[in-house]
């Protein structure tokens, strides 16, 4: 495989590109493909079947474009596919998970609040997550479908996206949490506003980063880092309405980016 090939990324929508942005930061010479697949958002109310059948089209689509490796940049497709996906494809494939490790080991009331889709906290892999890192502590699971929402409408800042934060969390904090998983990887674009709700006393834990650096550790150990010294490029793709995700794209990645259209066959 060709190290300058790019890195095929994706998501049920805009979510993953809080991720992107995390290996855009880290990798500034990658190429990137990024799949917004708006057209079939929410993930997390949909079957695992559903979800590895779209999983497997969008790997398809981003081996295609000749991606070297893989990201699922979305919690409830990693859950619901990665192991099918790595049966199948051969490249190097890293995915999200919430970060309760990181969460249990900062807490301070013994209360971890877990922001993630339903699928995602019904999951086998959340309970085994669970089971080895929550042992000593109380981990409470919120699923916030209408944040979801409020990200994809690229609305990060409204009144109505202040109060639903505030019905979100108020059940953990009022339990006692001192510290909230983002398990999720649209709530990251709402870190600030989580962050104005919930006070200073309460620690945000976001997953984009890590995952990076996991990314960076696979592409060094199999010669894949891209070695050229150009700046990477990005190319994005969506299922979903072209002029609104085209414009939300361009909001959450900070400056105007041209989307295609997926093609029909994967759309
Ligand atoms: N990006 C979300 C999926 C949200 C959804 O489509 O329901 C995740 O990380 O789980």
């Known amino acids: 495989m060709n190290p300058s090939a790019p890195i095929g990324v994706f998501d049920s929508g805009v979510g993953g590109l809080s991720v992107l942005r995390a290996i855009r930061t880290e990798l500034p010479h990658e190429h990137l493909c990024y799949i917004a697949d708006s057209g079939h958002v929410p993930y997390g109310t949909k079957t695992p079947e559903y979800l590895q059948q779209r999983a497997l089209e969008l790997t398809r689509f981003l081996l295609v474009q000749g991606a070297k490796a893989l990201v699922i940049a979305c919690n409830t497709?990693?859950?619901?596919?990665?192991?099918?996906?790595?049966?199948?494809?051969?490249?190097?494939?890293?995915?999200?998970?919430?970060?309760?490790?990181?969460?249990?080991?900062?807490?301070?009331?013994?209360i971890v609040g877990v922001l993630a889709t339903a699928a995602t906290s019904a999951s086998a892999q959340f309970e085994s997550l669970r089971k080895r890192f929550g042992a000593s502590v109380t981990i409470l699971t919120q699923a916030c479908p209408q944040l979801v929402t409020q990200v994809e409408a690229g609305d990060l800042t409204s009144p109505m996206t202040r109060i639903l934060i505030e019905q979100y969390t108020a059940p953990l904090l009022t339990a006692g949490a001192d510290t909230l998983v983002l398990g999720c990887t649209h709530y990251p674009f709402l870190g600030p506003l989580i962050d104005d709700v919930v006070g200073p006393s309460v620690t945000i834990i976001d997953t984009g980063v890590a995952v990076t650096r996991q990314l960076s550790r696979v592409l060094a150990a199999q010669n894949l880092l891209n070695v050229d010294l150009i700046p990477g490029s990005e190319h994005f793709w969506t299922s979903g309405k072209m002029q609104t995700t085209q414009g939300v794209i361009s909001t959450l990645w900070g400056h105007a980016v041209t989307v295609q259209r997926l093609p029909q066959t994967v759309a």
């Open 77 to 110: 497709a990693t859950v619901a596919a990665v192991a099918n996906l790595r049966a199948t494809f051969s490249v190097p494939i890293i995915a999200v998970e919430p970060a309760v490790k990181p969460a249990v080991a900062l807490t301070k009331t013994g």
